[in-house]
């Protein structure tokens, strides 16, 4: 357990891009952190929106693989911001402290929601070039508690985790995913109260993307719901591109799931 943790590619990059911390609200309390890595002189960078579990280095990879590339790439974690307007203007401020007047986005899942709410709040003048949503959603009433948002502040870390970890694989997987799971749950357990009680009202806040303020930029969806259908004949993947070991996975949790049903 927590072997990306302790891998030479996580420490590596620990050990060689910096994490930034900036501040741009006059509440000098509200601190972005990020790992910017990659040439300065590009202008439109790619800027990574973590979830509500994530930390600015749950894209380690992506940026390694990236700048390796000679693409500039950007990993933020949010301060404590309680509404989206709020979110987007403080957004704003920091691609101005960093001179960046335009940029592409990618978002996972609540990060993919306030990607596209921010090249909303920004189409007048546009700033997003364009929108990367990995599992991200475009109405926050999906999740069906819209009138529990503004009590999220009240709650104890504790119960705000354990509100988190519901949403987390609990059956069987591979052990590539349960790496990542694991190191997902340890970066949860390093954010506070706050971080926690605000990301939650942001991500369940009564609010949804107004699709004609968002038309005109490129958009590309990746989901991995998928892999569900991986191994039966609603698959839509060519069986000779998916593992034996990832088939028997799936096998068992298609086992567990007609059981339960």
Same mark, same amino acid.
């Given at each position: 357990?927590?072997?990306?943790?302790?891998?030479?590619?996580?420490?590596?990059?620990?050990?060689?891009?910096?994490?930034?911390? @900036?501040?741009?609200?006059? $509440?000098?309390?509200?601190?972005?952190?990020?790992? &910017?890595?990659?040439?300065?002189?590009?202008?439109? !960078?790619?800027?990574?929106? !973590?979830?509500?579990?994530? =930390? *600015?280095?749950? +894209?380690?990879?992506?940026? #390694?693989?990236? =700048?390796?590339?000679?693409?500039?790439?950007?990993?933020?974690?949010? !301060?404590?911001?309680? &509404?989206?307007?709020?979110?987007?203007?403080? +957004?704003?401020?920091?691609?101005?402290?960093?001179?960046?007047?335009?940029?592409?986005? /990618?978002?996972?899942?609540?990060?993919? +929601?306030?990607?596209?709410?921010?090249?909303?709040?920004?189409?007048?003048?546009?700033?997003?070039?364009?929108? @990367?949503?990995?599992?991200?959603?475009? $109405?926050?009433?999906?999740?069906?508690?819209?009138?529990?948002?503004?009590? /999220?502040?009240?709650?104890?870390?504790?119960?705000?985790?354990?509100?988190?970890?519901?949403?987390?694989?609990?059956?069987?997987?591979?052990?590539?995913?349960? $790496?990542?799971?694991? +190191?997902?749950?340890?970066?949860?357990?390093?954010?506070?109260?706050?971080?926690?009680?605000?990301? #939650?009202?942001?991500?369940?806040?009564?609010?949804?993307?107004?699709?004609?303020?968002?038309? $005109?930029?490129?958009?590309? @969806?990746?989901?991995?719901?998928?892999?569900?259908?991986?191994? =039966?004949?609603? *698959?839509?993947?060519? !069986?000779?591109?998916?593992?034996?070991?990832? #088939?028997?996975?799936?096998?068992?949790?298609?086992?567990?799931?007609?059981?339960?049903?």
């Amino acid at each position: 357990m927590g072997e990306i943790k302790v891998s030479p590619d996580y420490n590596w990059f620990r050990s060689t891009v910096p994490l930034k911390k @900036i501040i741009v609200d006059d $509440d000098d309390s509200k601190i972005w952190s990020l790992y &910017d890595a990659g040439p300065r002189s590009i202008r439109c !960078p790619l800027i990574f929106l !973590p979830p509500v579990s994530g =930390t *600015a280095d749950v +894209f380690f990879r992506q940026i #390694l693989a990236l =700048t390796g590339w000679g693409y500039r790439v950007i990993a933020l974690q949010y !301060p404590v911001y309680w &509404d989206h307007l709020e979110f987007c203007d403080g +957004f704003r401020k920091l691609l101005d402290h960093l001179q960046l007047d335009k940029v592409h986005l /990618f978002g996972a899942s609540l990060g993919g +929601f306030l990607a596209q709410k921010f090249a909303e709040y920004t189409h007048k003048s546009p700033r997003v070039h364009s929108l @990367i949503l990995c599992n991200a959603f475009s $109405d926050t009433s999906i999740f069906n508690q819209t009138w529990t948002a503004n009590s /999220f502040w009240l709650m104890p870390a504790f119960m705000l985790k354990k509100i988190v970890l519901g949403n987390f694989s609990s059956g069987p997987v591979d052990p590539m995913m349960a $790496d990542a799971i694991d +190191f997902m749950v340890d970066r949860l357990e390093s954010l506070g109260q706050s971080e926690l009680a605000s990301r #939650l009202t942001l991500n369940c806040q009564n609010s949804y993307v107004e699709p004609h303020k968002i038309r $005109d930029i490129p958009v590309t @969806i990746m989901d991995i719901h998928l892999l569900q259908f991986h191994g =039966t004949k609603y *698959a839509a993947i060519d !069986p000779s591109m998916v593992s034996a070991e990832e #088939l028997e996975v799936q096998k068992g949790n298609l086992s567990i799931s007609q059981e339960e049903q």
